[in-house]
């Protein structure tokens, strides 16, 4: 089963063999979260750094990324040249306290080679990543709380998630 499809949640077995499975995460780490999207003026360029966070408040809560790519769903250019998050992003969302970190574009990593800093810094904490979300724009900078619970499945590190906003 291909369960990294349409909008979904990693879980850190998605990243190690020894990490926590998606039955395995608490559910207040993946419903009704305190969130707050991040904006980033990225001017052409792809990566997110961790200067893109320095003013938000992250402790206890979902940080979500809007970069905008998801207006490219459903098309050829979706999967190439997508905004991502640098290593230092992630360690400064670690670092801050966040919960869940998502984004709006085919991977919080680079995909430009095999290397994936940002699933490894976040999961290696236990932060659950979401990827693929849309709709972003739609939403306050911050005053909601987010959710993106998968079925509750064993052995299984990702799985696609009905992800929404309560304002």
Known sequence: MVAN???????PFHRFASG?????????????????VVRPLLDGRRAIDATHFGKVACAGRAVLVQTGWSRHWATKEYFAGHPFL?????????????????????NIDSIDDGWRPVHTTLLGADIPI????CALEELPDEGFKFSAVPVRIRSFGTFPVRAYAAL
């Not at 499809?5 to 879980?11: F, I, M, W």
């Not at 926590?20 to 707050?36: D, N, T, W």
Request: glycine share 6%; proline share 4%; with cysteine.
């Open 5 to 11: 499809t349409g909008t979904y949640v990693d879980s």
């Open 130 to 133: 979401c990827e693929h979300l």
């Open 86 to 106: 640098t290593e230092d992003a992630a360690q400064f969302l670690r670092d801050c306290g966040a919960v869940l970190v998502g984004i709006d574009s085919l």
């Open 20 to 36: 926590k499975s998606l039955a395995e995460l608490p559910l207040e780490s993946l419903a009704e979260i305190p969130a707050v």
